[in-house]
């Protein structure tokens, strides 16, 4: 595209003077920056999800009376437990934020956050509690109760732990960080 079309350019001016003129406002600025980032903890919660459910599929087919002894061995895994199927239940929030990205819905990032909260940060701390005398014995003793892909289960359940709640912890930082750039957007909106 010829730039000369425009016209001759202003006398006193060597061009450099434009930043005043086009600047992108602040809010466009974070939520396209949040909006990325939230993006990649959705990715991790997916994975997350993922690795839980394979972990969990024998107990949650057993419940429809299904038996996976066949498909890999059931006898390495542990008894599933509540907090595991609350912390699947964290998935269905993930969708309302994904929902409210395309076009700024500040209602279901809201859920969002309150899902996460609930179903994600909630089941994970209270697993940490609950595993805490578990993992304790295993950094002084090195005592091993259970094994899983030759890693000791209790240190696997632990960087779970670890990744799930950095995940959920940042996706809450950034949908909060979101809805503060949305809301001071339409306010801005509202004062004029």
Same mark, same amino acid.
């Given at each position: 595209?010829? +730039?000369?079309? #425009?016209?001759?350019?202003?006398?006193?001016?060597?061009?450099?003077? *434009?930043?005043?003129?086009?600047?992108?406002?602040?809010? *466009?600025?974070? =939520?396209?920056?949040?909006?990325?980032?939230?993006?990649? +903890? *959705?990715?991790?919660?997916?994975?997350?999800?993922?690795?839980? *459910?394979?972990?969990?599929?024998?107990?949650?087919?057993?419940?429809?009376?299904?038996?996976?002894?066949?498909?890999?061995?059931?006898? @390495?895994?542990?008894?599933?437990?509540?907090?595991?199927?609350?912390?699947?239940?964290?998935?269905?929030?993930?969708?309302?934020?994904?929902?409210?990205?395309?076009?700024?819905?500040?209602?279901?990032?809201?859920?969002?956050?309150?899902?996460?909260? +609930?179903?994600?940060?909630?089941?994970?701390?209270?697993?940490?509690?609950?595993?805490?005398? +578990?993992?304790?014995?295993?950094?002084? #003793?090195?005592?091993?109760?259970?094994?899983?892909?030759?890693?000791?289960?209790?240190?696997?359940?632990?960087?779970?732990?670890?990744? #799930?709640? @950095?995940?959920?912890?940042?996706?809450?930082?950034?949908?909060?960080?979101?809805? =503060?750039?949305?809301? =001071?957007?339409? =306010?801005?909106?509202?004062?004029?």
């Amino acid at each position: 595209m010829d +730039t000369r079309a #425009a016209g001759p350019r202003a006398k006193g001016t060597d061009g450099s003077d *434009f930043y005043h003129r086009e600047t992108v406002a602040s809010h *466009f600025k974070t =939520s396209v920056t949040n909006k990325s980032r939230i993006k990649l +903890t *959705f990715v991790i919660h997916g994975l997350l999800f993922i690795a839980m *459910f394979i972990l969990t599929l024998p107990d949650l087919l057993g419940l429809v009376g299904i038996k996976m002894k066949r498909f890999y061995p059931v006898s @390495q895994l542990p008894k599933t437990s509540l907090w595991q199927y609350a912390w699947l239940c964290s998935v269905v929030p993930m969708f309302f934020g994904l929902g409210g990205l395309p076009k700024n819905r500040v209602g279901l990032l809201r859920h969002y956050i309150l899902g996460c909260v +609930t179903f994600g940060i909630v089941p994970v701390i209270y697993a940490i509690y609950a595993n805490l005398g +578990t993992f304790l014995d295993y950094l002084e #003793a090195g005592k091993i109760d259970r094994k899983f892909m030759g890693l000791p289960l209790i240190v696997v359940l632990y960087i779970f732990f670890a990744v #799930a709640l @950095q995940a959920h912890l940042f996706g809450v930082y950034f949908a909060s960080n979101l809805i =503060s750039s949305w809301d =001071s957007k339409g =306010s801005k909106k509202k004062s004029n």
